[in-house]
């Protein structure tokens, strides 16, 4: 069964480098979005994206983060200046396009760790 | 606007007996509901989801969770608790069609005692 991977599972960086998170999305899917979930908090929406370009983003997903969808496979999202607070678990999550299937699949996370 | 609260943040169960996380939820439009199951280090799976079909809803693993609208409940349950079952639960609201932000719940941790 196709799913979204990520990479890499942990990153470790040093408060103010620029992070990149990867993720392959499902293949025929069109939707894709970022959240991200701060240790023991709820999971919180940072971004949607579709058609090339950001569809929805949360307050959260300031001008320190962008997303990018370089080739046909990958979708990144981009932290500039990376802060403390910045440390967290971030999904990944794909859908395919309208009818009936509103089923987001998500990765496997991707644990970011700020020093 | 849509919201999801999970009432409890840890249910602590004991092995064999029937499992119940508690879900409610406000939208202004008709909502399809989610339950996802996060293992310890581990990423989300779909456990179930409703989408305006039948509103006893089957999953894996045993579970199922009835849409209740005059109740705006989607309570998730299990008849019979197992050890492997012991993870964070989400239960998760989003609006069909669109881009479809979901909301999530704060999560209810199960805690399975053998």
């Known amino acids: 069964e196709p799913e979204v991977t990520q990479t890499p599972s942990h990153q470790v960086t040093q408060m103010g480098q620029e992070v990149i998170l990867r993720c392959v999305p499902i293949?025929?899917?069109?939707?894709f979005y970022w959240y991200r979930q701060i240790l023991g908090q709820k999971v919180e929406f940072l971004v949607s994206?579709?058609?090339?370009?950001?569809?929805?983003k949360s307050e959260i997903f300031d001008d320190q983060f962008s997303v990018e969808r370089p080739d046909g496979s990958n979708f990144t999202l981009k932290i500039r200046s990376t802060k403390l607070e910045d440390s967290a678990m971030y999904f990944c999550a794909s859908r395919p396009l309208g009818g009936t299937s509103d089923t987001q699949y998500f990765g496997p996370g991707t644990r970011l760790t700020v020093l | 606007a849509q919201s999801v609260t999970q009432l409890d943040s840890h249910v602590s169960v004991s092995e064999g007996t029937p499992v119940l996380l508690r879900c409610n939820y406000s939208s202004s439009y008709s909502p399809s509901l989610f339950w996802y199951v996060q293992h310890p280090n581990k990423g989300l799976q779909l456990l179930l989801k409703?989408?305006?079909?039948?509103?006893l809803v089957k999953g894996i693993n045993g579970f199922e969770a009835e849409f209740k609208k005059s109740e705006t409940s989607f309570h998730l349950t299990k008849p019979s608790a197992h050890m492997s079952d012991a993870a964070e639960y989400f239960c998760v609201v989003t609006l069909s069609g669109g881009y479809q932000k979901v909301t999530f719940g704060t999560g209810t941790k199960l805690q399975v005692i053998p």
């Open positions: 409703y989408t305006s079909a039948a509103t």
């Open positions: 994206f579709y058609n090339n370009e950001i569809s929805e």
């Open positions: 293949s025929n899917h069109l939707y």
